[in-house]
């Protein structure tokens, strides 16, 4: 009976925290997700070449490059929305995004907004794809019927911008060379 | 209590484990249950001359259906059952289980040889036609003629090349029509050209020819869909299948127009118009049917509300009215329930 309060418990505080968090509004009340980050170690080139790496290579995809100046970097992408039930779930829909990066000398910021949300739909096939063309933005107020459903939508997009974001910040802080040396090394068993 | 637990989140954490070292994606879970209303205007449920929705004056079950999919690197499955009349007894492949058994929706591996190319083998939901079984995959809840009448599924081989997003193709050798295993051998060819013209309209030019229904023929099909505006959509099936032996009733060729209108977040409202005409075959006449169904969509979370008037016309009376005679109108009204998940 513990373990089924506890499982119940760990699960609300999951729910509940999710819930807490959402996206900020801009200047032209729409959803924003808006970092600046200090880069003292980094200088301009360096980040836009790991920015374009980040969205020509890692994210090539779902992200497509539109317009790069010697500071910034300006693309298109989409993203996954998912319906997870512990481990397993499946796709619900895509919200697509409009991704800004600006570079000054020790420090950058990048935002996402210019958010369309995309429904999916389970096909003959029994795949998931998009139900529609035509995205709806994802700061829209919904009608009362579909308010619960919505709700659940905002969370999981902030919560897989909030991943996009962090693991966007953590790609600009490595060094790639480095990290490529060190997959080469070898263990050698004959000497311990 | 305690090892079962134990068991659910040491398997939950292996399978994580498991995702973080390879290329694979979660095991995806999704399904559907459906249940209705109906209620015949001539209290007659033999005036249901499509598939599904077969009651009157009753709440019936539709089906459950349970899909699994995952997809490691390069390759995936898709694993679909469904239990209920709707998956079971009327969906045609279970007669050697007296329509006991439950019925497989789709079960097929995929390998994605190139971003471009793929090839499917296994048991699939019908690549012909505009409405399909599970009740989640079609606006209205009542069927169309040409789907009753067109294949459900099919079981073979099929390669499909993508050329771009706005074209694409597939070609595939194939059973029979609705059987697990072939009765007459691999013995049909089938095709697919998919085009998309604009941002919105997809269109799908099908054909398939070898055994199906009714001995050897060959059915061409187009099936398109445009979301013309963000509350307008159109969408027409179109369909021509004949059986080589003329003299074997089955042949047939009909179109059914779908226009839909979202008039508010939650609530769509639909229309269906179909001709459906079955062609003479020896001594058997030719016959018509036009049908106007009428439906609403009403979406909460993951149910929809199905609310729909039907009204079928057939100068042949093939109909019943309300004393038991042969009648040219049939007509119904139905709520359905679906729940996906």
Redesign the interface.
Same mark, same amino acid.
């Not at chain 1, 997870?84 to 796709?91: M, R, S």
């Given at each position: 009976?513990k373990?089924?309060l506890f499982?119940f418990l760990a699960i609300s505080s999951v729910t509940l925290s999710a819930q807490q968090k959402q996206f900020s509004k801009d200047d032209n009340g729409k959803f924003i997700y808006y970092q600046v980050v200090d880069s003292q170690l980094l200088n301009k080139d360096t980040l836009l070449q790991r920015v374009k790496s980040f969205v020509n290579v890692v994210y090539k995809k779902s992200m497509a490059q539109q317009t790069v100046t010697d500071s910034s970097v300006l693309a298109k992408g989409t993203m996954v929305i998912d319906k &997870?039930?512990?481990?397993? *779930?499946? +796709?619900s829909g895509e919200v697509s995004y409009n991704f800004v990066f600006e570079a000054r000398q020790g420090k950058y910021r990048f935002w996402l907004t210019d958010m369309l949300f995309i429904p999916y739909?389970?096909?003959?096939?029994?795949?998931?794809v998009p139900a &529609? &063309?035509?995205g709806?933005p994802l700061e829209r107020t +919904? *009608?009362k019927? *579909?308010a *619960?459903?919505w709700k659940d939508i905002l969370s999981s997009a902030y919560n897989k911008v909030e991943k996009f974001g962090d693991e966007f910040k953590k790609y600009l802080a490595t060094n790639k060379l480095d990290k490529t040396k060190k997959k080469a090394e070898t263990i050698s068993t004959k000497k311990w | 209590m305690k090892k079962l637990l134990t068991a659910i989140f040491t398997m939950a954490s292996t399978t994580c484990a498991l995702a973080q070292e390879t290329t694979s994606s979660p095991l995806e879970i999704s399904g559907s249950v459906d249940t209705y209303f109906k209620y015949d205007f001539a209290k007659n449920p033999l005036n249901a001359k499509t598939s599904f929705v077969t009651d009157h004056n009753s709440v019936s079950l539709g089906m459950i259906d349970i899909a699994l999919k995952k997809k490691t690197g390069k390759a995936s499955f898709v694993g679909e059952l469904s239990f209920g009349p709707r998956g079971q007894s009327q969906s045609i492949p279970d007669a050697a289980a007296g329509g006991s058994s439950f019925n497989i929706q789709n079960l097929y591996v995929n390998y994605d040889f190139t971003d471009e190319f793929s090839m499917t083998a296994g048991y699939m939901g019908t690549f012909i036609g505009y409405e399909v079984i599970s009740p989640v995959g079609n606006f209205n809840y009542s069927t169309s003629y040409l789907f009753t009448n067109g294949p459900f599924q099919n079981a073979g081989i099929k390669a499909t090349y993508k050329f771009s997003d706005k074209v694409s193709l597939m070609a595939g050798v194939f059973n029979d029509w609705n059987v697990y295993s072939a009765t007459r051998g691999v013995s049909a060819v089938g095709g697919q050209l998919m085009v998309a013209p604009v941002e919105g309209w997809t269109a799908y030019i099908n054909a398939l020819s070898g055994a199906g229904f009714g001995g050897y023929g060959t059915i061409v099909d187009l099936t398109t869909s445009y979301q013309i505006t963000e509350k307008f959509k159109l969408g027409l099936n179109a369909a021509n299948y004949d059986i080589k032996d003329s003299s074997v009733p089955g042949s047939y060729a009909g179109a059914a127009l779908y226009p839909q209108y979202a008039v508010a977040d939650a609530v769509t409202i639909g229309l269906r118009g179909e001709y459906f005409k079955v062609k003479a075959a020896g001594a058997v006449p030719e016959t018509a049917f036009t049908a106007v169904t009428l439906t609403a969509n009403i979406k909460s979370g993951g149910l929809t509300f199905i609310p729909e008037v039907r009204l079928d016309h057939n100068s042949d009376k093939p109909f019943f009215n309300k004393s038991g005679a042969a009648a040219p109108n049939g007509g119904q009204f139905s709520l359905a329930a679906v729940y996906a998940f």
């Open positions: 009976m373990y089924i499982c &997870t039930i512990l481990v397993a *779930g499946h +796709p739909q389970r096909d003959r096939y029994g795949n998931f &529609t &063309t035509i709806v +919904p *009608g019927l *579909g *619960g459903a | -």
